[in-house]
Every structure is written in C-alpha cells, then in structure tokens.
C-alpha cells in the first residue's frame, strides 16, 4: 500500500484547513486509515482514525469537537477536516495505513505511511 498526503500548509489560529491521503496498491486489505502528527522534538501523536469497512471514527482528546475524519472507499482517499485550528496544532502530519483492528491510538499498529504534510497555525 502507498499512501500521498497532501493539503498542508500556514494558515491563522481559527482557521481551517483540510488534508486528504490518496491510498493505491492492496487497499483490499486495509482494516483503517488513520492521521498522526508529530511536532518539533516531539514523539508522533494520534490525532484521528476511521474503519474502512464500518462508521466508527476514533478522536483524540486534543482535536475532539473540531477536527472530523471521512473516507471515499470508492477513491481510497481519507480526508481530515480541521477547524477552528491552534497554534499547538502545528506538526507533519502523517496518513497511515493499518491491517489489524487494535491498537489504534498507537504508531506501531500501521504498517504503511505516508510522506507527511506540514501544517503550521499562526498565533
């Protein structure tokens, strides 16, 4: 599986943006999509997750109430709406890919990512 993000880039504290990751290869086999982000000298966090077969949809705390994850099937496409956006909103973000339906929230449980696609929210 391959996965192209895109959609990044500068935008002000309470503005919007919206990111999309195109999957190709053995889409068949995914369980999940999910988003991560990592800031500066910090460790990959989860911020979002959606099953490929099913509705259910996993938030992290932090992005709870603003940010909403939805998929295309038909164009293996994810895409993370975020809304009224923060400055601690500011990492890559990362597109991944898992094949197994546990352990979500955790980096090690996809199997396949993507380049990352910088946001950055300005105060």
């Known amino acids: 599986v391959q996965l192209q993000a895109s959609g990044g880039g500068l935008v002000q504290a309470g503005g919007s943006l919206r990111l999309s990751c195109v999957a190709s290869?053995?889409?068949?086999?995914?369980?999940?999509m999910g988003w991560f982000r990592q800031a500066p000298g910090k460790e990959r966090e989860f911020v979002a997750d959606?099953?490929?077969?099913?509705?259910?949809?996993y938030y992290s705390d932090s992005v709870k109430g603003r940010f909403t994850i939805s998929r295309d099937n038909a164009k293996d496409t994810v895409f993370l709406q975020m809304n009224s956006l923060k400055p601690e909103d500011t990492a890559v973000y990362y597109c991944?890919?898992?094949?197994?339906?546990?352990?979500?929230?955790?980096?090690?449980?996809?199997?396949?990512w993507g380049q990352g696609t910088q946001v950055t929210v300005s105060s």
């Open positions: 991944g890919a898992r094949m197994t339906i546990v352990g979500i929230t955790t980096s090690r449980t996809y199997d396949y």
């Open positions: 290869g053995r889409t068949f086999s995914m369980h999940g």
């Open positions: 959606i099953s490929w077969t099913s509705v259910r949809t």
